[in-house]
Nanobody, 121 residues
Framework: QVQFVESGGGLVQFGGSLRLSCAAS????????MSWYRQAPGKERELVAA????????KYADSVKGRFTISRDYAKSTVYLQMNSLKPEDTAVYYC??????????????WGQGTSVTVSS
């Protein structure tokens, strides 16, 4: 059973930092691109960052470039999102999922509960 468990969210002030974690299981995590997505109230889910299986090549949404860093721990089947210089517009529920290609659509239909990030101004 595919499972994503996101954690690390919370309330932070403008300019602050958070580190999100996503523990993935139920599939061969190391064979997939892993991605972080977010969904703000009233908006569609959007891709935030992605990282490839082996080379560690990354892709970021323009809105987070230079502020967010995605990484993965193969041994723990865990993906991280380090978020610095947070802005109120980063407020959203953050989710992870797998993909076949960097920046591609989410591969699995199932999603975790997400982790909520709120940035106060």
């Amino acid at each position: 059973q595919v499972q994503f468990v996101e954690s690390g969210g919370g309330l932070v002030q403008f300019g602050g930092s958070l580190r999100l974690s996503c523990a993935a299981s139920g599939f061969s995590v190391h064979t997939f691109v892993m991605s972080w997505y977010r969904q703000a109230p009233g908006k569609e889910r959007e891709l935030v960052a992605a990282i490839t299986q082996t080379s560690g090549t990354t892709k970021y949404a323009d809105s987070v470039k230079g502020r967010f860093t995605i990484s993965r721990d193969y041994a723990k089947s865990t993906v991280y999102l380090q978020m610095n210089s947070l802005k109120p517009e980063d407020t959203a529920v953050y989710y992870c999922n797998a993909a076949v290609t960097l920046g591609g659509s989410p591969y699995f239909r199932s999603w975790g509960q997400g982790t909520s990030v709120t940035v106060s101004s």
